[in-house]
Antibody, heavy 116, light 107 residues
Framework: EVQLLESGGGLVQPGGSLRLSCAAS????????MNWVRQAPGKGLEWVSA????????YYADSVKGRFTISRDNSKNTLYLQMNSLRAEDTAIYYC?????????WGLGTLVTVSS | DIQMTQSPSTLSASVGDRVTITCRAS??????LAWYQQKSGEAPKLLIS???SLESGVPSRFSGGGSGTEFTLTISSLQPDDFATYYC?????????FGQGTKVEIK
């Protein structure tokens, strides 16, 4: 059974940093591209970042480019999102998602709140 | 970046109704389009990929169509479990943009 479990969310002040993790199980992790998607309170889905199976290729939404860094450790079946220079508008539930064309498996999400 | 526009934003319908949601891309995405269902407090669920390919376990009352820049999601006979928010997403480029969502409400 495929499982994705995010962790690392919490309350952080504007300008601060957080590192999210997504522990994956139930599939051959290194084969699949992985993504982060976020959803601000009461709003729609926003794609944030993607990484290829090897981790060599990475992609970012313009809204986070230069501030967020996606990475993966295939030996630990874990996806990461390092978030720096956080802003109030980064407040959202952050989901990790496995890509097979569309995103066929999602985690339950972790809440990031940026507030003073 | 490719922009995705859904219509309508909100749809009021009754159980048994046939409903259609439209998604338009700002440029051709071939058939690289997915549809998701999201219920309140839950993660999204993939319903359809490659514009018209139903995911395993998804009821056959859901269907997808279109190609290029215009796509549809149709629910042939709306069931109580279908009241939710639906999103389209393009995966023609690595910037995997979503539409803004369509909330299907009880009439």
């Amino acid at each position: 059974e495929v499982q994705l479990l995010e962790s690392g969310g919490g309350l952080v002040q504007p300008g601060g940093s957080l590192r999210l993790s997504c522990a994956a199980s139930g599939f051959t992790f290194h084969i699949y591209a992985m993504n982060w998607v976020r959803q601000a309170p009461g709003k729609g889905l926003e794609w944030v970042s993607a990484t290829s199976g090897s981790g060599v290729s990475t992609y970012y939404a313009d809204s986070v480019k230069g501030r967020f860094t996606i990475s993966r450790d295939n030996s630990k079946n874990t996806l990461y999102l390092q978030m720096n220079s956080l802003r109030a508008e980064d407040t959202a539930i952050y989901y990790c998602a496995k890509a097979r064309g569309g995103f066929d498996y999602w985690g339950l999400g972790t809440l990031v709140t940026v507030s003073s | 970046d490719i922009q995705m526009t859904q219509s309508p934003s909100t749809l009021s319908a009754s159980v048994g109704d046939r409903v259609t949601i439209t998604c338009r891309a700002s440029q051709s995405i071939n058939n690289w389009l997915a549809w998701y269902q999201q219920k309140s407090g839950e993660a999204p669920k993939l319903l359809i990929s490659q514009a018209s390919s139903l995911e395993s376990g998804v009821p056959s009352r859901f269907s997808g169509g279109g190609s290029g820049t215009e796509f549809t999601l149709t629910i042939s006979s709306l069931q109580p479990d279908d009241f939710a928010t639906y999103y389209c997403q393009q995966y023609n480029s690595y910037s995997r943009t979503f539409g803004q969502g369509t909330k299907v409400e009880i009439k």
